[in-house]
């Protein structure tokens, strides 16, 4: 099993940036990012495997960074020009084996308690 902590969220304007962090109690094949607002559903933000290959959401492609750092078992999500639309909570889940590509569409087993991002216009 592994335990997930996120921290980072906060409030910020429309063009600022956060960075989400998620502490992990070990290893893990695929680690990912998900948010979801108020009465939508969830939805995946960005992915990245083992080896360090990632892929997005087209949604934030360009403006978000999803990295790792093996040493710390830390995920990172780094998010540049933030909009409104981009508030929501922010969970971060993982997949411990390999089961197939490392997408936010894959099955997670494991998840964190989310932290809150607002972005302001």
């Known amino acids: 099993q592994v335990q997930l902590v996120e921290s980072g969220g906060g409030s910020v304007q429309a063009g600022g940036s956060l960075r989400l962090s998620c502490a992990a109690s070990?290893?893990?094949?695929?680690m990912g990012w998900f948010r979801q607002a108020p009465g939508q559903e969830r939805e995946g933000v960005a992915a990245?495997?083992?080896?360090?290959?990632?892929s997005y959401a087209d949604s934030v492609k360009g403006r978000f960074t999803v990295s790792k750092d093996d040493a710390k078992n830390t995920l990172y999500l780094q998010m540049n020009s933030l909009k409104p639309e981009d508030t929501a909570m922010y969970y971060c889940?993982?997949?411990?084996?390999?089961?197939?590509?490392?997408?936010?569409?894959?099955?997670?087993?494991?998840w964190g308690q989310g932290t809150q991002v607002t972005v302001s216009s």
């Open positions: 990245i495997d083992s080896e360090g290959s990632s």
């Open positions: 070990g290893y893990s094949y695929c």
């Open positions: 889940a993982a997949i411990l084996v390999v089961a197939g590509k490392c997408r936010t569409g894959a099955t997670f087993g494991y």
